[in-house]
């Protein structure tokens, strides 16, 4: 079976992403796997598949697979490149789009200037729907990692994320904690692991490691994790600028009961067929 793709980033954060709205694809997690393989494949962090929705004045329907086969409820540098394929491949005309995610809806927007601002909803913190195993509602809480105790903000995005405060981003730990974070018994769907390091009031540093995907170069539902949880400790004020090791985002947020609003590039590398 021959499909077309386009091979996309954000931040250095990689996609390859399918049409399923004019070619009909049921991929099984073995050719999910090939695509991602970086070896044998197109390779990517993610795989995207833009499908017809389901629901009324709802756009599209976005879904996102690891590259290890595993579906995912959100990314946010997937959803810019989303926007960009969809407008590149003649899908829509619009600047702005309502799509349909397994979390919900989300409002990405196509910029003057090229970028892509996408509305990634109200954050969660409430434990039961992160989900995250804990007695308690406290902001910040103790987890073990190992041998380590580390202070965690649970929060999620679409998707759950683990958020924890480094002095220096660059000497964290994030190989050694990371993959004990992700597969913690206390996050039953697993969690993405954040590492922030905040520079000053409107600015941080951030690393993540990501389910099913490792360490990525940049994270967009990661930046807005980690911009509301310092913001919530007090420790942050909107907008904040994510430096990634990919690049910038632009993070806003008003406070609770509100939605993230995320900023960011988007980028076409090469488009391509494949045999499945």
């Not at 090939?34 to 017809?52: M, S």
């Not at 997937?78 to 407008?87: I, K, L, N, Q, Y």
């Not at 941080?204 to 967009?220: D, F, P, Q």
């Not at 009961?257 to 980028?267: H, K, S």
Request: proline residues 6%; aromatic residues 6%; contains cysteine.
């Amino acid at each position: 079976m021959k499909i077309k793709f386009s091979k996309m980033h954000g931040l250095g954060n990689d996609f390859v992403v399918l049409d399923g709205v004019r070619q009909s694809l049921a991929l099984t997690p073995d050719q999910l796997r090939l695509l991602g393989d970086r070896h044998f494949g197109v390779g990517c962090d993610q795989i995207l598949l833009v499908e017809k929705p389901a629901q009324d004045e709802v756009d599209f329907r976005y879904r996102i697979f690891n590259a290890d086969g595993g579906e995912v409820e959100q990314c946010g540098n997937g959803a810019r490149c989303f926007v960009r394929f969809v407008h590149e491949q003649g899908l829509t005309d619009k600047r702005e789009i309502r799509v349909e995610t397994m979390k919900g809806i989300i409002g990405p927007r196509l910029e003057a200037d090229g970028s892509v601002t996408v509305d990634m909803g109200v954050p969660v913190f409430e434990p039961e729907r992160i989900p995250f195993v804990s007695p308690s509602a406290e902001l910040v809480q103790p987890l073990m990692a190992g041998d380590d105790e580390v202070a965690i903000t649970a929060v999620s995005m679409g998707n759950p994320h683990a958020v924890q405060l480094v002095a220096d981003v660059d000497a964290a730990p994030v190989e050694r904690q990371g993959p004990l974070i992700e597969r913690h018994p206390r996050f039953p769907q697993r969690v993405n692991a954040g590492f922030m390091q905040v520079v000053d009031r409107h600015a941080i540093r951030l690393r993540v490691y990501e389910r099913g995907a490792g360490e990525t170069l940049a994270c967009g539902t990661g930046a807005c994790a980690a911009a509301v949880a310092g913001i919530r400790r007090g420790l942050l004020d909107s907008p904040v600028r994510v430096e990634t090791r990919g690049g910038e985002l632009d993070i806003a947020w008003n406070g609770p009961g509100t939605p993230v609003l995320m900023t960011g590039p988007a980028v076409t590398v090469f488009t391509g067929e494949i045999d499945l």
